[in-house]
């Protein structure tokens, strides 16, 4: 067990270089540049004597390999630098805004999963009856249905029938709970449909495979219920899959709730990538690829530990 | 009376059960005032129909037969005779596309077929125990050993966590698995085949059931592992005074264990009665052919196996009359009109027309010529094939836990065949045959040792010349169904090596597959068809055509005929007997079965976890045995003849192969051999020559 955390360990620390590299070479190679951007953007006119000066500031004149040993020697005692706009360290930028996010990607991952597994089990179960259609067809319509227009549409539902609309500011826990909680419903509803849809299919496939499994057959000969041989026998082995897929979904969500954010205006680390990205705010672009980067490899991790938990064979 | 009373019957059981343990007391079903002299279970005219693409495929055409108190049956049949179907279909385990469409099982005046599925809740696990035939895939991997015997346990009696696991303790220690207190805690994974299929036997027997259904519990296992769950099984059985049906397909396995068989072909029967009675004096020509058909390590070696020609019919489209009918080398008209089960001279029921006739002995199975002893290949020839002191180590790791170990899969084997030459090397599954067959094949790369084929060093050759080299030396392997792709015809399959090697292309590949197609006994225009639409046979001799398209010298056969039904592989080793004559051929045969090896070998090798322990001409192996492995194996080898088996005894047969990952120190089988000493647990022996051309990997083979 230790040998294989200290292994995952060393690929995660390898596998991190390798997505810094990356990412500052591939921000240095795009078009654009945080200067000319902040300075003449609004077409005001300025010298390109201040420009140059902004540049030597901001440390955009080195040469690349010294510019890469800086953010990597930051990197090492975990100083991501400063946002090359704004001028707060990327780390308070990033954590202002990573709690929204982590909320409603945590309470869509809840949703989904409580309608994925219901709806999983029964269309198994059900395999080619009426029901079976009904879910796959629910599934299918929160698999191709595009998040921001879902999120629209259900804007527009509530607007028109109870008069209901998003705060247009971020209401805090400690101030208004329900008010908090009622901001994150609807992006949590919206993800949490296509996160539903993704885990029922794989559970749905996962576990018919399973009960064609000889030790289903060996549960039912000992006379069990079939309500048991499906809980104890099946269920837990047709989890697996479907575990895999919800973590890395749910990974995925963390970078994937830019349209969301943007639809139910909410101020998450998704907004901050976008915003970062039209600004060329280049030490922030790289804050947030990592901090994806991390979190995909963590929730991974997290699901192999869970593996280990529920199969025995692999522990 | 009303016999079932599941509250009252439940509270007797509980309470006496302890002492029943023990004991051994009759069951009390008979305390209830069922008749003893009815049968515990009949079957009347059962019917089942599977829905399949082909349309309505009927699996079980009217199926007849009783199971007595403490009687042991077989329901003995090829693949697709229906013989599961009827064990599931009693349990209640058919598959969704499947569909009881008439009969009866009446189970102690109440009939299986018909009952709610909380009454079949109840007597599954109670009353009718069962055992499946892989015990690799029939316990749940995520929950541990104790768990799954105790559940029927809690779920039958009421036990509560307590009693059940002191009981299944009891269970554990009863099947034979030692330190039984430990291991209750542990997972399938962590056990061997043959300790996993005693787990199953504990928990189909946990509630001492009337009845135990054994459904091939042992076609998975090795042969010495085997025989050892079988005594355990129907000792066990014996002791409970329950009734046990066992289906196989292993002729042995009836002889040994059965008092009375059913013999199933095509999903009808085809005779049945008194297991002595069919055996000696078999009165359907099905069970006459199925007899002489498997070979035999107590007959004379014939230069061609006997067999029965053809295969058996499609279900969808079995003929009115009799199904064997097309198949029988004595059909006459009668054959074609519906024929029942009529009581024969012996006592015993036949569906054969021409039952009479074979009783007063005008009729003989077979008679064709099997031809004299077959002559050993020359051996003053150079070899074409030799293999020094081969040595293939795996590096593994058992989980994340476990460090790496070693793992010595073939650790120094040296071999060697000559042109025409076939031998055989038999070993239990885990020995290395696989393994090496593979290094020679060169499909793996040895970590030392040397192969030369043909007089080229193969070890490490590569690119054109490991091309030119695989042109000498073809593969057939043990799956008919897994080493053909799917999306290729019968043509493409055995015309790729020709074209890889830029032998043959176009209409004369077309051609040469013809031919080939011919060679292996199959018609050449089945170059079109389709994998999917061939038999298991009919697949084998496709990859026999194919791995003789490119002339080879040596071919390496790895299990190829031990998927095979009895009928068909022998079919398939007179193929390959005739074969290896017309072309000079050498074979190195990889099996697990010494009697089919007995039939095919000139030398025949014995490997025992990664080493040769016995090498010797076969006719002086099988007469001469003399390494104690050797011995063991050919004693746990059962023949299909009733008196022989019953009077064997089975006191030699002990113990599992050891775990590679945890080989013992010296010789690998002196746990497992009874006259192994200390100085065999010191170091392993080397193989030394005791006669001619009879060498033996043992310090005491003489004591």
Redesign the interface.
């Known amino acids: 067990m230790t040998r294989y955390i200290l292994s995952s360990f060393g690929q995660f620390l390898l596998t991190l270089v390798g997505v810094a590299i990356l990412i500052f070479l591939l921000l240095r190679v795009a078009p654009g540049d945080v200067v000319e951007v902040k300075m003449r953007s609004g077409g005001a006119v300025v010298s390109a004597d201040t420009i140059a000066r902004e540049r030597t500031r901001l440390g955009l004149d080195k040469p690349l390999p010294n510019q890469f040993v800086d953010w990597m020697s930051g990197l090492s005692h975990f100083d991501l630098g400063k946002s090359m706009w704004t001028e707060r360290p990327v780390v308070e930028e990033i954590s202002t805004r990573i709690g929204i996010t982590l909320e409603v990607a945590v309470l869509a991952l809840v949703i989904g999963l409580a309608v994925a597994l219901p709806l999983g089990i029964a269309s198994a179960l059900s395999n080619g009856s009426w029901l079976d259609q009904a879910i796959r067809v629910f599934s299918v319509a929160g698999l191709s249905a595009p998040p921001f227009w879902l999120g629209m549409l259900l804007l527009l539902a509530l607007l028109l029938s109870i008069g209901w609309q998003p705060p247009i500011k971020t209401i805090s826990w400690s101030e208004n709970p329900i008010g908090h909680l009622s901001q994150l419903i609807c992006p949590a509803l919206v993800v949490g449909w296509r996160l539903s849809a993704t885990i029922a299919r794989m559970l749905r496939s996962s576990l018919l495979d399973v009960l064609n499994e000889d030790y289903v057959r060996t549960a039912r000969s000992k006379g069990l219920p079939e309500r048991l041989v499906i809980i104890r026998h099946a269920l837990g082995n047709a989890l697996l899959p479907a575990i895999t897929v919800a973590g890395l979904e749910f990974a995925f969500l963390l970078g994937g709730l830019v349209v969301t954010e943007q639809v139910f205006n909410l101020n998450g680390v998704g907004r901050l990538l976008v915003q970062a990205v039209g600004q060329s705010d280049f030490t922030l672009i790289q804050g947030l690829v990592l901090m994806f980067a991390v979190f995909f490899m963590v929730v991974n991790f997290a699901v192999d530990l869970l593996y280990a938990v529920l199969d025995p064979r692999l522990r | 009376m009303p016999v079932w009373m599941p509250q009252t019957y439940i509270g007797i059981q509980k309470s006496t059960c302890k002492i029943l343990f023990l004991g051994f007391r009759v069951p009390e079903a008979r305390e209830a005032g069922l008749s003893l002299d009815e049968p515990l279970l009949a079957i009347k005219n059962l019917k089942v129909e599977f829905a399949s693409e082909r349309g309505i495929v009927r699996a079980l055409d009217g199926v007849d037969f009783e199971i007595g108190r403490s009687e042991i049956v077989a329901v003995v049949g090829e693949s697709g005779s229906g013989k599961s179907v009827t064990a599931l279909s009693l ?3 058919l598959p969704r596309t499947a569909r009881v469409t008439a009969g009866q099982a009446v189970f102690e005046g109440r009939d299986l077929l018909k009952m709610s ?2 009454d ?7 009353d009718i ?2 055992i ?1 035939q ?1 015990p690799m ?7 541990t050993i104790g768990f799954q015997i105790g ?2 346990l809690r ?2 009696l009421g036990f509560g966590p307590a009693e059940s696991r002191a009981r299944t303790l009891e269970l554990l220690k009863w099947v034979g698995i030692p330190d039984a207190e430990s291991r209750l805690d542990q ?1 399938p ?1 962590q056990f061997s085949g043959g300790m996993r299929q005693r787990v ?1 036997i504990a ?1 189909g027997l946990a509630c001492q059931p009337k009845l135990l259904i054994a459904d091939e519990p042992t076609t998975a296992l090795d042969v010495t592992v085997q025989a050892q769950i079988l005594d355990l099984m129907s000792g066990l059985v014996r002791k409970l005074g329950a009734s046990l049906l066992i289906i196989t397909h292993n002729l042995g396995v009836v002889a040994r264990y059965a008092d009375r068989v059913v013999v199933m072909y095509s999903g009808r029967i085809a005779e049945r009665g008194e297991a002595s009675a069919v055996f000696n004096n078999p009165r359907h020509f099905y069970t006459a052919g199925l007899l002489n058909s498997a070979p035999r390590l107590d007959a004379p070696v014939q230069d061609r196996l006997e067999t029965i020609e053809g295969q058996p019919p499609d279900p969808a489209n079995r003929p009115e009359g009799c199904a064997f009918a097309p198949r029988c080398p004595h059909k006459i008209a009668a054959c074609t009109q519906k024929l029942s089960l009529l009581p024969t001279d012996k006592g015993t029921l036949s569906a054969c027309a021409r039952q009479e006739e074979i009783a007063a002995g005008h009729l003989h199975w077979g008679g064709k010529a099997q031809g004299a002893e077959p002559t050993l290949a020359k051996q003053d020839e150079p070899a074409i094939l030799t293999v020094d002191n081969l040595v293939k180590h795996y590096m593994v790791s058992a ?3 476990s ?1 790496m170990r070693i793992v010595k899969a073939v650790d120094g084997v040296s071999l060697s065949i000559k042109p025409g030459q076939t031998i055989g090397l038999v070993g239990e599954s885990g020995c290395g045959k696989s393994t090496l067959g593979r290094m020679i094949l060169r499909l793996d790369d040895p970590t030392s040792g040397r192969i030369m084929i043909g007089g080229h060093d193969a070890t490490h050759a590569k690119g054109d010349d490991l091309r030119q080299l695989r042109r000498l030396f073809q593969v057939v392997f043990q799956d008919p169904y897994a080493s053909l792709n799917p999306r290729k015809t019968i043509g493409e399959a055995i015309g790729e090596p020709m074209r890889v090697h830029g032998i043959a292309k176009g209409a004369k590949a077309n051609q040469r597959v013809a031919e080939l197609l011919n060679q292996v006994g199959l018609r050449p225009e089945m170059a079109d068809r389709f994998p999917h639409q061939m038999s298991g046979g009919q697949r084998q001799r496709i990859g026999i055509a194919r791995a003789l398209a490119m002339q080879p010298k040596l071919i390496i056969c790895d299990e190829a005929v031990s998927a095979l039904d009895v009928s068909i592989q022998a079919q398939v080793v007179n193929l390959l007997t005739e074969l290896k004559r017309s072309m000079n051929l050498s074979y190195l045969f990889i099996a697990h079965d010494l009697a089919v090896v007995r039939h095919i070998a000139d030398e025949v090798l014995v490997m025992y976890l990664g080493r040769i322990v016995e090498r010797a001409p076969r006719d002086r192996l099988y007469a001469q045995p003399q390494h104690p492995y050797t011995r063991m194996l050919l004693a746990a080898a059962p023949s299909p003849d009733p008196q022989r088996e019953k009077a064997r005894s089975q006191a030699a047969l002990v113990g599992e192969p050891p775990s590679p990952f945890a080989p013992p120190p010296g010789c690998a089988f002196a746990p497992r051999c009874p006259l192994a000493n200390e100085e065999c647990r010191r170091a392993p022996p080397v193989l030394r020559q005791t006669g001619p051309d009879h060498h033996v990997a043992c310090l005491r083979s003489e004591a």
């Open positions: 349990m209640g385990l599925s909380a079949l809740c109840a007597t599954r696990g109670r125990g069962m499946f892989d895939t029939s316990l749940n991997p995520t929950l559940e029927t779920e039958h997972y994974h199953m928990i989980g994340w836990r460090p």
